[in-house]
Every structure is written in C-alpha cells, then in structure tokens.
C-alpha cells in the first residue's frame, strides 16, 4: 500500500496562472466563464469532463453528502445542473435548499468554490435543454428511480426497453420529476496553485447588497 503522508507535489508558477483580487474579472460569473474558456483551450480536445463539478448537500438531519454532477449554464443567475428531483440530491435540496459545490482543473492547478441558495431552473428552460440529450440519456431518465434501491440491472434495461417501444417514432418529453437546480452563489472562491504552497485564493463575496472582492490567505 501506498505512503499517503508521502504522496506529494510541487505547485509551479504558470505563466498567467496568477490571481490578483485587483485584476480579476469585474463580476464572478466572468471569471469563471474565462477559466472555463482556458481550460477548454488547453484540454477540450482530451476525453474528461471539464463541465464536472462536485455539489454538496444536507439531508433532514444535517448530515451532508456530496456527489460529482456536470455543470450545465453559467451566467450572472449562477450555475446550473440537471437531475432527477426525486433522487436524493433532488429531495435534500428542496427540504435545505442551499448548496457549495466544488469545480477542479488539476492540470492547472485550478480550483473554484460556490455557495448559495438554491431554486429550481424554470419548466421551459429544462425541458429546452431535455430536448438537446441524446435520445438515451433521455429514456434513462424516465427508467431509472434515481437513488431508489432496485432489484437487479434487468430491471433498468427491461424499463428502458418498454419505454424505447414507447416512444418509439415520436419525441420523448421531458419527465415532470425531471429538471434543473441553479445555485444563486453568495460566495465564489478562486484558487489558483503557487510554488511553496502560497497559493492564490481571490473571493467574491456578496454582502449589503453588493459584491466584495477580496484575498483570503492559503
């Protein structure tokens, strides 16, 4: 077994991979959008996943749990993914709707934190973006009870078989337990990697009606 104390790494200081809190994007969502930008420029090519994101929640007794999802929309609204409601992320946010989630680049040395309320993405804008899912992922969605425990895999693939003959010829809709959550951030932290350990973090905070933009020690 592997020395976990002794596995380690070096942070170097790329080449305009440098935060200054008197330089960043005016608003959150603008650096973010040009992280993303970056990281779609070096790496879109690769077969990972830049969009993916960890999000956390509580359930009823303040225990919290976390699960990798895909970044779907980003504007100033905040950020948004899909899911099924009733899945236990789904059903944890509508009892405690507030969420931090968690985006990593570890090629660059990039991390972004947000924390905020969360609301559901309007009917029409889910079931637009429904639409755009490859045609499996869209029957996926009606044949599987997300978190639900399930008898066998049979199960699933006998449900998506009777559904596929369902919509056989014709366009699948968009389930009514099915849809977007956006987080509205009240805190976005930016963390860029540095040589020994000193790290950049920039915050925009939002406080008395306004954001704040701050350095916070590594």
């Given amino acids: 077994m592997s020395d976990l104390a002794d596995m380690r790494r070096g942070y170097g200081d790329v080449p305009g991979h440098r935060l200054d809190e008197h330089t960043v994007a005016p608003t959150w969502h603008e650096q973010l959008r040009a992280w993303f930008d970056d990281a779609v420029a070096q790496f879109g090519d690769r077969p990972i996943e830049l969009n993916a994101m960890q999000v956390a929640t509580v359930d009823?007794?303040?225990?919290?749990?976390?699960?990798?999802?895909?970044?779907?929309?980003?504007?100033?609204?905040?950020?948004?993914?899909?899911?099924?409601?009733?899945?236990?992320?789904?059903?944890?946010?509508?009892?405690?709707?507030?969420?931090?989630?968690?985006?990593?680049?570890?090629?660059?040395?990039?991390?972004?934190r947000i924390s905020g309320p969360v609301t559901r993405v309007d009917r029409a804008e889910s079931a637009a973006y429904f639409a755009t899912r490859?045609?499996?992922?869209?029957?996926?969605?009606?044949?599987?009870?997300?978190?639900?425990?399930?008898?066998?895999?049979?199960?699933?693939?006998?449900?998506?078989?009777?559904?596929?003959?369902?919509?056989?010829?014709?366009?699948?809709?968009?389930?009514?337990?099915?849809?977007g959550l956006r987080i509205a951030p009240t805190s976005v932290e930016f963390w860029q990697g540095r040589a020994d350990r000193l790290h950049d973090r920039v915050r925009y905070r939002f406080a008395d009606a306004t954001w704040v933009v701050e350095r916070l020690a590594p």
């Fill in 134 to 179: 490859p045609r499996g992922s869209q029957i996926s969605a009606w044949a599987s009870p997300q978190s639900a425990v399930v008898q066998s895999r049979a199960v699933l693939e006998e449900a998506v078989r009777t559904l596929d003959e369902r919509y056989d010829g014709s366009d699948v809709p968009t389930p009514p337990h099915w849809g």
């Fill in 60 to 112: 009823a007794h303040g225990h919290p749990a976390v699960r990798t999802v895909l970044l779907k929309d980003l504007d100033e609204r905040g950020i948004a993914f899909y899911t099924n409601y009733q899945s236990d992320k789904g059903r944890e946010l509508l009892a405690h709707p507030f969420a931090a989630a968690v985006i990593h680049w570890g090629p660059q040395e990039r991390q972004v």
